[in-house]
């Protein structure tokens, strides 16, 4: 019974967090709504900011979770970095209070929600550079610094977060993203003969 109410009152809080924002959210609406009282909220968090950081540390977990599951279905490195750049813009498509973090000022409300982002960056670094080993190892891959290159995808892909997941259509962000991908893995320079 401990875990159903824990979770009914961690879907009830990412569920208002991403409707009205951490600022807006009252833990007596999250409690009716959870059919918990508020004294049980306090007993399992503590705070509001509390159950705010769970909910985004499960958004950012799921997220991955996600992502590694659809890359490991698929085996050629070129495939599973097209692979991560989609998922990853459909996962967090769903994962709407990490995305809200940049607009909703939450730093000045908890400090903590930037260690759940930038972890969150850095795992998904780790996935781009282990694709990026394997491609190397396969021959598909042609780099010579896997980490700072991996971090400027994860950059690039950061940059577009915002403003493609809130102002732009799924068939929108997929198309962008072909173009992306097109460019990283054909480049902008054409090859000059010399003759």
Known sequence: MKQEKLE??????????????????????????????????????????????????READDVLKKIETVIERVSSPIEKLRTFVHAKFRCMKEAVNI???????????????????????????????????LGIREGDFRITDILL????IAYSLRGFELTWLVEESSERIEHYLEGLMDVLFNGILVEKVEG
């Open 99 to 133: 995305v809200n973090l940049g607009r909703e000022g939450t730093d000045r409300v908890t400090p903590k929600t930037d260690r759940i982002r930038n972890n969150l960056f850095e795992r998904e670094v780790g996935i781009i550079s282990s694709i990026f080993e």
């Open 8 to 57: 009914s009152i961690l879907d009830t809080a990412r569920k208002m967090f991403a409707r009205y924002g951490i600022q807006k959210t009252s833990l007596g609406d999250m409690a009716r709504l959870s059919r918990v009282a508020k004294a049980t909220i306090y007993n399992y968090f503590g705070s509001k900011n509390q159950i705010y950081l769970e909910v985004l540390q």
């Open 149 to 152: 290159t991996a971090r400027a």
